[in-house]
Structures are given as structure tokens and as C-alpha cells.
């Protein structure tokens, strides 16, 4: 092929200059239209949501009385946080020093359990001391507004008890705490700790038990 078919070749395939700059200015006639046509709605939107003086007063006070709300919502929750940090501030203090009752506690029962040590003048005198230091803790937790959960005799409440045991009592309704392993705590009203107890259930009789291993036998 010499190069004048190769020149003629090439410029059939080439698009003609005159047609891509024609092409490319419709193009950008569009696009513009397109944008004045997008800004002309937009201007009119405005317009249309313009509001009045009367409108515009009464989406002011709208404005503030919201704004006022937020503020008054924010000032009482400075206020209770404020309160609760007064209150509970000793909260976690005192969960910790729970932890000396119980020592005191369990200290007097090994004393007690010891049979060397069992019904001598030591052993009374220690365990007075004990009950002298556990009387004088607890005196000051109440003035702490911190006192124990009642439990003996009470109907078990979740909120305040967790049952660890049931024990068989005719004499009681079942689910009363007839027993108090370790105390509860209340902070007021915050629980520090739950009270763990035994509670009652219904005695089953022998005939019972048997006719219930014959039904799983079955």
C-alpha cells in the first residue's frame, strides 16, 4: 500500500474535526440549559417557602422554646447527677468495706467451731469484742443511710435476695427465706449487694417420691 491510499484510509476513519466541535458544543448547550433549568427551580423552591413576618416570629419562638427545654433538660440532669454524687458518692467505699463484716463474721464462727476453744472465758471474751466491732460498724453504715436487707421469715423478693438453697419446712409458705447465709445491703435505695438465702419448699412424703420414680420409669 504506498502512502497516498494509506493517508486517504486514514482520513475516512478519522471523524471530521468540524463535526466533534459541533458535537461538543450541543453538549455543552444542554448541560447548561440543564443547569439554568436545575437553578431557576431551585430560586423558585425559595420563593415558595419564603415565610411571612407573622411566620417567621412564630418559627423564632418555636426556635427559642426549644432551645429553653434543651437548657432546662441539661440544668436537671446536672442537678441529679450532682445529687447522686452527694448521695452515693461513698457507693463503692462501701461495697468494699462489707468485706470486713464478713472477715468478723467468719472469724467468730471458726472461733466458736473450735472445740479447744469451746465454752472458756477466752473464747467469750473474744467473741464480745468481735460483736462490740461489728456493732459499731454497723452503726455506722446506718448513719450512712447504708443498712441490711431484710431476709428471715420474709418472702423472697429477686430484687433483694438470691436463693442459693431450698430447705423442706411444713411450718412455712414455700419460697420464705428461712435461712440467711450472708446479709444484704441497701444504700438507701441501692442495693450494695443481694442478701443469699434459704428458701422454704414442701416437704415430699416417701408415697410422693415413689409414685415420681415409677412415672420416670415408665
Known sequence: MDKEELKENTDKSTPDEDELNTQATENHNEDQDSEDKNLESEKKEKEDEKLSPEEELESLKDKLARTFAEMENQRRRFEKEKEDAYEYGGYSFAKEALNLLDNLERSKA??????????????KKIVEHLDIINNDMLSIFKKNNIEPVKS????????????????EDETKEPGTIVQ??????????????????AVS???????????????KNQ
Open 110 to 123: 471458726v472461733l466458736e467451731s473450735d472445740e479447744k476453744l469451746k465454752n472458756t472465758d477466752a473464747l
Open 201 to 215: 419448699k414442701k416437704i415430699v412424703k416417701e408415697e410422693q417420691k415413689e409414685d415420681k420414680k415409677d412415672e
Open 152 to 167: 428471715i421469715n420474709e418472702k423472697l423478693d429477686p430484687n433483694l435476695h438470691q436463693a442459693m438453697l431450698e430447705i
Open 180 to 197: 440467711e447465709i450472708q446479709k444484704g445491703f441497701m444504700m438507701k435505695d441501692r442495693l450494695l449487694r443481694p442478701a443469699l438465702v
